[in-house]
């Protein structure tokens, strides 16, 4: 079974940068799309963006376009999360998920997901 772990949270103040790596053991993340999450204090767990199992697709929340890039690295088997112009809304903690099942098309839904990371925490001071 794959498991998922999340680094490269931290404070940050607004404006600011940071990248989150996603690391896969006990598997192989090369056929899987990918997706992060983030959940707010207080607040459902909400998409943020995906990418197809070879790279060349991606998707994001309208919150994040412009700002975030997720990218993947199977050789290293990571997914990545680069996060810039960061504001004070986009504090919270950060999970990236497995879609295992093939899909035409990338999913946002997070019960479609079937791996999970633990999460990492991101916070944002103004």
């Known amino acids: 079974q794959v498991q998922l772990v999340e680094s490269g949270g931290g404070l940050v103040q607004a404006g600011g940068s940071l990248r989150l790596s996603c690391a896969a053991s006990?598997?192989?993340?090369?056929?899987?799309?990918m997706g992060w999450f983030r959940q707010a204090p207080g607040k459902e767990r909400k998409f943020v963006a995906a990418?197809?199992?070879?790279?060349?697709?991606?998707y994001y929340a309208d919150s994040v376009k412009g700002r975030f890039t997720i990218s993947r690295d199977n050789a290293k088997n990571t997914v990545y999360l680069q996060m810039n112009s960061l504001k004070p809304e986009d504090t919270a903690v950060y999970y990236c998920?497995?879609?295992?099942?093939?899909?035409?098309?990338?999913?946002?839904?997070?019960?479609?997901?079937?791996?999970w990371g633990q999460g990492t925490q991101v916070t944002v001071s103004s």
């Open positions: 990418i197809s199992w070879s790279g060349e697709t991606t």
């Open positions: 006990g598997g192989t993340l090369s056929g899987y799309a």
């Open positions: 998920a497995a879609d295992a099942k093939w899909r035409v098309v990338l999913t946002t839904t997070l019960y479609e997901y079937d791996y």
